[in-house]
């Protein structure tokens, strides 16, 4: 008919297909927002750790205090935990977490981004480098608290929110 608008163009969702996606979605919005959560609250909220000197009262420390007390109380930190605590640490922590989130934004279920299996290894990794970068490695005369298994658990939920390697790709229809 001339004069008639076009039909819209729509794509054919299976209303199956469109719960399973958004259950999918959501699952992995709720894990970033519990990582950045945990994140924030081992950076900025709890002690990183408690600095015990002979003769001295017990100094408690938050992240961002942390590489002053480390040259104030002259402790032992390996080069590792000293550019962790200059900074690193939140680099590290921003830098997983968007990556983490722009690897779900381009992934469906079944179909993952073909970085999110590296990614998932990079993010097991970054929890070592959270112990190793912690008062949890074992730094004398600090005693850990709360903040680094935070930082850990906010990793590690990132890892789980991950679309990679537990993502079983989505097997074709068979053909008629």
């Known amino acids: 008919m001339p004069g ?5 163009l729509s794509v054919a969702v299976r209303p199956a297909d469109q719960g399973r996606w958004l259950f999918w979605l959501a699952w992995r919005i709720f894990l970033l927002a519990v990582a950045l959560g945990l994140l924030l609250t081992g950076f900025f909220v709890l002690p990183w750790g408690h600095i015990l000197r002979p003769g001295m009262p017990v100094t408690t420390i938050h992240y961002l205090d942390f590489a002053g007390w480390i040259d104030a109380a002259d402790l032992e930190a390996s080069g590792w935990q000293r550019a962790y605590a200059q900074g690193l640490g939140l680099v590290h922590a921003l830098v997983v977490l968007v990556a983490t989130a722009v690897t779900i934004a381009v992934s469906r279920p079944g179909r993952h981004a073909p970085w999110g299996g590296l990614l998932q290894l990079l993010l097991f990794a970054s929890m070592i480098a959270v112990h190793f970068g912690s008062p949890f490695a074992d730094i004398e005369g600090v005693h850990p608290a709360g903040a680094g298994l935070a930082v850990f658990g906010g990793i590690f939920a990132l890892f789980v929110a991950c679309p990679g390697f537990g ?3 989505k097997t074709p229809p068979p053909a008629r």
């Open 167 to 169: 993502t079983k790709p």
């Open 4 to 8: 008639a608008a076009p039909a819209p």
